[in-house]
Each structure stands twice: as C-alpha cells, then as structure tokens.
C-alpha cells in the first residue's frame, strides 16, 4: 500500500504559482524586448539614405544635416531614432525650418530607408531696417516675411522699409499683405514715370513716406489704389504752376488727402514752408 502523499502547504503552492507566473512575465517581457531590438534595427527599415531638391544658394549638405541631427540615438534607450516607423518627422521639419533663407519645406519617407525632402528658397524682394541705422536690415520677401540678416548693402537695388521708432523683426512680416503690396505696387509705377524711390517709411496711422533717389518725399496714406496716387500725382505735374517738379527740387507732395494736394518746394539754400507762398502750395485736383 503506497503511503500518502504529503500535501504541500497552501502558501508554498501560491508562492510557486507566483514564481511560475514572474518567470513567464520576465520571460515574455525579454522575448518582447528582444524582438524590438532586433526588428527595429532590421536594414530594411532603417533610414539611412536623404535625398534632397530646391533651392539655389542653400547647401545641400547643410539642409542633410539637419535632417540627419534628430534621427540620432533611441527612444527609451531602445527603439532607434532611425527606424523607419517612428522616425521624429515634427522635429526633422522643426530643425530643416531654423535655416533662415528656407521656405515650403516637404518631408516624406519614400521608403524604409529613404527620406527625401523638398524645399524652397526665399527670394528678397525688399529690405526691412532698423529706425536707428538703415543700414542695418534684413531681407523679406514678397508676401514681406523678414527670414534672414542682410548685409550692408549700398546702391538702390533694393527699396528700403521702415517703421517709425521701430527696429525689424525676424521670422515677423512688415506689413499685411494687402497694405505691402500697395506700397510695392506704388513704388513699381513711380520708377516708371522716373521717380525711383529708394526707402519707405511707415507710421502707426498707416501714412508711408516715400522717399525718391533724386531727393523729395511723397506722403501717402495706405487707404487708396496705387493707380489713384499716380493719377492724382500727374494731375499736378501737368498743371502749368508744377510742371516743373521733378525729383531732387521738392521737399515733399502731400498726396494723403484724395485730390486735395499739397506741394512743398526746396529753395537753393533754403526752405520755405508758408501755404500762402508759391513754396508751399494746395492743388485741388
């Protein structure tokens, strides 16, 4: 007759049920972590290669690096930055984007080892400067989205723009875009008829002061098309009293108030502003 089987005490079979139980646990938990190890390094998903398009003066190699700078090391010390299902997509076009002249930036993963991006390059149109020292700008563009520095630059290629008592902004726009392109607009009609404008200043009221190359300044308000400046311009420049003005023998054309225009001439040596004398003068159009 066999002898009875001694039972087990019940808090040693819960403790070996709890044992079994944290081996299973540990064990699953380190297949997992291994299968993530070794599936997320697996070459067929890892980006390794960046192929890039755009732009004219940007380096290629400098837009390859910042792309390449967040897809270095792991998340969680595990899965690698690289791999091809979890790359950081945000912080590549975060870091593409602190290049200043770069603009229109489109990221896409063609394939488990390639990244391609494809950017635009902004194109300065304009200078905005500093209120204190107009040679200190930086380029914006058409839309006037200051994106970089400028250097000094001298000549008049570029119009210069500037708000009273203000200094530029980076990464800020100057104007609206309506109110820029009017200014644009107005400043492309003048150098037509010869009237070159070389800077504009802007107040907080929305009046722009146009200053000429050959001297003079035109005070517009930001309200009218740039046609109706021009016409109402011409109006007095075909009357008989002001057919000779011309840039360089004018201190200003107050043209802010429709076809109510008033005209202050520069005398050699000196000016003379009194709206009763032939210096200072009201056309009405």
Not at 11 to 29: D, H, M, R
Not at 77 to 85: C, H, Q, T
Not at 130 to 138: F, G, I, L, N, P
Not at 165 to 188: I, K, P, T
Request: charged content about 25%.
């Amino acid at each position: 007759m066999n002898p009875r089987r001694k039972r087990l005490d019940p808090n040693t079979v819960v403790l070996l049920k709890q044992i079994s139980y944290g081996l299973l646990t540990i064990c699953t938990v380190s297949l997992i972590i291994t299968g993530i190890w070794y599936g997320t390094r697996i070459q067929s998903l890892t980006i390794s290669e960046v192929t890039i398009s755009g732009g004219e003066t940007i380096s290629k190699s400098e837009v390859e690096d910042a792309v390449r700078e967040p897809l270095e090391g792991n998340y969680l010390g595990l899965i690698p930055r690289k791999f091809a299902w979890f790359y950081p997509e945000e912080e590549v076009l975060e870091n593409v984007k602190k290049i200043e002249r770069i603009n229109n930036i489109f990221l896409q993963r063609e394939s488990g080892t390639e990244l391609s991006i494809k950017f635009d390059e902004y194109v300065p149109a304009a200078l905005w400067c500093k209120a204190s020292d107009v040679h200190e700008c930086v380029f914006i563009d058409k839309s006037s989205f200051a994106f970089t520095r400028a250097p000094d630059l001298g000549g008049g290629f570029f119009v210069r723009f500037v708000r009273v008592a203000e200094d530029y902004s980076l990464r800020e726009n100057f104007l609206n875009q309506e109110d820029f392109d009017f200014l644009v607009g107005l400043a492309g009609l003048l150098s037509e008829i010869d009237w070159a404008v070389s800077s504009i200043e802007v107040d907080k009221a929305n009046d722009a002061f146009l200053r000429l190359s050959g001297g003079g300044e035109l005070k517009v308000a930001i309200v009218d098309s740039p046609a109706s400046v021009i016409e109402n311009l011409k109006t007095i420049l075909v009357s008989e009293e002001f057919s000779h003005l011309k840039p360089g023998n004018f201190q200003y054309i107050d043209l802010r108030f429709g076809n109510k225009i008033f005209v202050n001439e520069e005398e050699v040596g000196s000016v003379e502003e009194n709206e009763t004398s032939t210096s200072t003068s009201g056309v009405e159009g």
